[in-house]
């Protein structure tokens, strides 16, 4: 669903579209760094979660992480220290969901680096 909203540039109105979030009946707005994934930033961490929790049960299972799993988690951070720079953009609550992003991925991380290194010794 878009919606259109009016800025005031320069003395002039020019529209803007306002996507909504296209997960079930959620009608947050779709940050414009989310806007090819067409959801709100809530969705969107509810489901990077969701594959961290995957990453680190595979690997508990034995399995490595392939190399679309490691760049997807490179991204990730790489996406949370962005928007963490943004500082009036997100809420509080916004804020600690970022920073709990980039510990759960530094876990994943650190999980993965522990283990290869048992293996080795």
Known sequence: MLQENRNLIGG?????????????ACSEPVPASLSHQGVCLSHYLDEAFTRIASALAARRRGEPLDSRTLEWMTKQG????RQLSNRNQHSSEERARLLELLLGLANLREYTRQEGAAKVS
């Open 78 to 81: 790489d996406f949370a220290v």
């Open 12 to 24: 002039r109105v020019s529209p803007t579209l306002v996507r909504a979030c296209q997960i079930d």
